[in-house]
């Protein structure tokens, strides 16, 4: 087969209930384009059986090629295969439980053959809970206000890549992966358009609120150090406030010969330091932990079965 003009990624996590549903869906949409495809399904260590479902896709189509990770290594990972296996000049990527609706992927390549490297679908929150929605508004305001990279809310992972972006994506060399800090951090034109939300079609979301907070912290510390700075400036303005305080007391004693009845200041000053102290070793054990984690340079997953032998991908790729 020639090199296929799209290929889409779909990580898969126990979607055993949709995948049919999904691939049937999907390849309904993309025939009529006349576009040449491929589909990459890659499963993240599923529990249900999805490996022996993408098994049959495969078996019944030239189009379909997959890959089985070991065991569970998140999304991000998933994703990374999907693109390291893609051979198309274009690449999309999309989840597998129909959120993301196949249907809008002729619009994006439409709009990637007007010129755009990137093409975000973005979804309204139409339909979701109103906490969800807005610890997810609250939390990317916090991004923006950290971040050196712009991250849009409710863009998810559903976009189309041109092959230079995809290169360029998977060129990045770190270990920590926050997709949608990498995808924004590599530039290149991007267009976008906003999609209605659409419900689960089976099975449950696997993102409960820890690993949301977990998300929400990996986004905040992989891409610069600000949080570090944060600690400095609260220190250096501490500091400040006690020399300042310390001046006060001596004063008042020299001038009026007040004798300092000191327990519940020093209690407060003791344990307000203490925690600030405690805050800040948490955030540089947080860099730490990353340094270590980057040294460590292991592969971001091991694959456990694939039909699609990817060559000069360490990864995992036996
Ligand atoms: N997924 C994955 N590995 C995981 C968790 C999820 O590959 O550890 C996949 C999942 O199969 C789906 C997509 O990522 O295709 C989005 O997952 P989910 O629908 O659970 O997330 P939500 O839509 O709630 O954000
Ligand atoms: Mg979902």
């Given at each position: 087969m020639p090199h296929p003009q799209l290929t889409v990624v779909v990580p898969c996590f126990d979607e055993s209930e949709v995948i049919d549903a999904f691939h049937a869906a999907l390849v309904?949409?993309?025939?009529?384009?006349?576009t040449r495809f491929e589909i990459c399904y890659v499963d993240d260590g599923s529990g249900d059986g999805t490996a022996d479902r993408l098994r049959a896709l495969a078996a019944g189509s030239?189009?379909?090629?997959?890959?089985?990770?070991?065991?569970n290594f998140g999304k991000e990972a998933a994703l990374l295969a999907g693109m390291r296996m893609a051979r198309g000049e274009a690449v999309v990527?999309?989840?597998?439980?129909?959120?993301?609706?196949?249907?809008?992927?002729?619009?994006?390549?439409?709009?990637h053959r007007n010129g755009y490297d990137q093409v975000?679908?973005?979804?309204?929150?139409?339909?979701?809970?109103?906490?969800r929605t807005a610890v997810s508004r609250a939390y990317y305001r916090l991004v923006r206000h950290f971040m050196d990279v712009e991250v849009t809310d409710g863009e998810g992972d559903?976009?189309?890549?041109?092959?230079?972006?995809?290169?360029a994506v998977l060129s990045l060399p770190e270990s920590n992966r926050f997709s949608k800090g990498l995808f924004s951090w590599i530039g290149f034109p991007t267009a976008?358009?906003?999609?209605?939300?659409?419900?689960?079609?089976?099975?449950?979301?696997?993102?409960?609120?820890?690993?949301?907070?977990?998300?929400?912290?990996?986004?905040?510390?992989?891409?610069?150090?600000?949080?570090?700075?944060?600690?400095?400036?609260?220190?250096?303005?501490?500091f400040l406030s006690a020399l300042g305080y310390a001046g006060w007391i001596v004063v008042n004693t020299v001038v009026d010969g007040v004798d300092t009845p000191g327990y519940a200041t020093l209690i407060t000053a003791v344990v307000g330091l203490g925690g600030v102290q405690l805050a800040t070793l948490g955030v540089i054990g947080e860099y730490v932990g990353r340094i270590y984690h980057e040294a460590k340079r292991r592969p971001h997953y091991v694959v456990a079965e694939t039909d699609a032998p990817a060559p000069g991908h360490p990864d995992g790729v036996p």
């Open positions: 309904a949409a993309l025939e009529p384009t006349g030239p189009r379909v090629r997959y890959t089985s990770f070991s065991r990527l999309m989840d597998a439980d129909l959120q993301h609706p196949p249907e809008l992927v002729p619009r994006m390549l439409e709009l975000v679908a973005r979804r309204d929150r139409a339909g979701e809970g109103a906490l559903f976009r189309l890549l041109s092959r230079r972006a995809v290169d976008g358009f906003a999609y209605r939300n659409a419900e689960r079609a089976a099975g449950g979301s696997k993102w409960g609120g820890r690993r949301l907070v977990d998300y929400g912290i990996d986004g905040l510390l992989s891409f610069n150090t600000r949080p570090l700075r944060l600690a400095i400036h609260t220190g250096l303005w501490l």
